[in-house]
């Protein structure tokens, strides 16, 4: 039996070491502090667990619910997790979970609010953050191509037409502007239409792409440096603002280099910009390493990444801190056949509540086209044509609503289970994430607070590396943005606990109320 606790005020004070912990950046509180053992949490529980309640496969996979109730799957692995209510960590804003495209994708006509599928899609999610940027920013001109330009240009017409998208959906935009092959009086001249046509739907500007990799990308000899960078990212910011007064700047969507752009950037224009950037992508998709167990087994380096960014942007007072504005699995459009299967949905996921725990404002999904690779909305560029893994990930993440991050406590264990915990105004949301390929796991809930019931929604595919069959609900998210899902399972309190199954790779929220 899989059991996933959560301490009241009313608990006892509990004792020991031998807890695997996942909690926020804090020391000082709650039970993972405290120490408690395992020995002393199942003493505790032992008079308090049930039976998994049967309506907790509702909305599961048929596949998965014939896996939870099979006989050769009669003793489910065990699994303990507290979960601490006292003392909640980093907010989850509405629009955490964003999307990134790449600049040229307003050349087709893709944002418009005549895409009703691409609309209703995005509305699901709720509110917002929409970046266009992307490697094309620095090669896409504005309204006429220079020499120097390969793509575009961008039209005011285009301009136009994802200010429709924007009123349809309430999103708002991080919109970007070629710096590379561009000169700071076209930027300036883009800017100002672009506030002038979006409004209120327009967050800031993002001053080019990865302009750490310009080198590599042949946009800049390789003696190019950051504090070349910094000259011309001035230039550009100064016409840009002079021309939208009080405009929104960001910057310095560094793809890697986190310690010698990024940092020293916050410290060095962090009293002019609204968000610090950076870009995320687990490995190489091209190599032969990149494997959907190394995704789903976490990025032991990411705490390290974001830590810096976190106190860079807190010390130069960033009004919105900073923010992964792309980022994804694999790059090079992700690894083919790996990246666009179930499994990452899990992994976006916990990827999702990993940036969370350290204090990123959100997480843009790199996405566009239809290659086996990693975008969350498939396209042929003024179409949708598919719904990936990633984005049902997504839209589980979203439904769970803004709050704050509880620390979580789960008992040692070989079981590649997470659970993931936020008190919301709506209750207590538990995101369970199962990934194993084979196994269900039987879990009780402790609230840690009076509740009267649960309700149950779980995401589910037929096996990990499905590319398909994705349900959730028990309802798959159709090409033209509809989605019928079935009423949420439920399951009583007894003793305090919530009792259920989660199948073999899948996902489920929980919410207590």
């Known amino acids: 039996m899989a059991i996933v606790c959560v301490r009241s005020s009313a608990w006892p004070s509990l004792q020991g070491n031998a807890i695997v912990t996942e909690e926020r950046d804090r020391r000082g509180s709650g039970i993972a502090e405290q120490g408690a053992s395992r020995r002393d949490i199942f003493g505790c529980l032992a008079s308090s667990l049930i039976l998994p309640s ?10 998965a619910a014939k896996a939870a109730a099979s006989p050769a799957d009669d003793k489910p692995a065990a699994l303990t997790v507290v979960i601490d209510q006292q003392d909640p960590g980093p907010s989850i804003a ?29 509305r699901r999610l709720g509110t917002g953050l929409l970046r266009l940027g992307g490697n094309t920013v620095d090669r896409t001109g504005w309204q006429t191509s220079s020499s120097r330009q390969t793509g575009g240009p961008v039209t005011p017409s285009n301009v136009d037409a994802l200010s429709t998208f924007l009123h349809a959906t309430g999103w708002s935009v991080l919109y ?26 327009l967050y800031g500007f993002e001053i080019g792409n990865e302009p750490d990799a310009y080198s590599i990308n042949h946009l800049r000899p390789p003696s190019y440096s950051y504090a070349q960078f910094l000259i011309e990212w001035n230039a550009f910011a100064s016409a840009v603002s002079q021309a939208v007064p009080g405009a929104g700047l960001t910057g310095p969507a560094s793809a890697w280099h986190e310690t010698n752009w990024t940092v020293p950037f916050a410290r060095d224009e962090g009293h002019r910009i609204i968000l610090l950037t950076q870009h995320y992508y687990r490995a190489n998709g091209l190599s032969p390493q990149s494997t959907l167990e190394l995704l789903l087994a976490g990025d032991p380096a990411l705490p390290g990444l974001l830590a810096p960014l976190r106190r860079a942007s807190t010390a130069a007072h960033i009004r919105d801190g900073y923010r992964l504005t792309e980022a994804n699995s694999f790059y090079d459009g992700g690894a083919p056949h790996i990246s666009n299967t179930f499994g990452t949905a899990l992994w976006t996921i916990d990827f999702l509540f990993a940036n969370a725990r350290l204090g990123s404002s959100g997480v843009n999904f790199h996405g566009g086209g239809d290659a086996p690779g990693y975008t969350p909305i498939a396209d042929n560029g003024r179409e949708v044509v598919g719904i990936r893994p990633e984005y049902y990930g997504i839209l589980l993440f979203s439904l769970m609503g803004p709050g704050r991050l509880l620390s979580t406590v789960q008992s040692a264990s070989t079981l590649a289970v997470s659970a993931h915990a936020v008190a919301s105004s709506t209750g207590t949301q538990i995101i369970l994430v199962n990934k194993e390929p084979a196994s269900s796991v039987d879990v009780t809930i402790w609230p840690g607070k009076r509740v009267g019931g649960a309700r149950l929604t779980s995401l589910s595919a037929p096996t990990l590396n499905s590319v398909s069959g994705m ?23 007894h003793n305090g606990s919530i009792g259920l199954r989660i199948g073999p790779a899948s996902a489920m929220l929980v919410t207590a109320v």
């Open 54 to 63: 049967l309506s907790a496969c509702a909305g599961l996979h048929p596949n």
């Open 94 to 122: 509405t629009g955490y979970a964003g999307f990134s495209y790449e600049k040229n994708s307003l050349i087709t006509g893709f944002f418009a609010a005549s895409n009703l599928p691409l609309v209703r899609l995005f």
């Open 176 to 201: 970007g502007l070629n710096m590379a092959t561009n000169t700071p009086a076209a930027a300036a001249n883009e800017a100002a239409y672009a506030a002038r046509t979006l409004g209120r739907h």
């Open 471 to 493: 349900l959730l609900s028990g309802a798959p998210v159709r090409n033209d943005g509809t989605w019928s899902p079935r009423a949420p399972g439920t399951v009583k309190i």
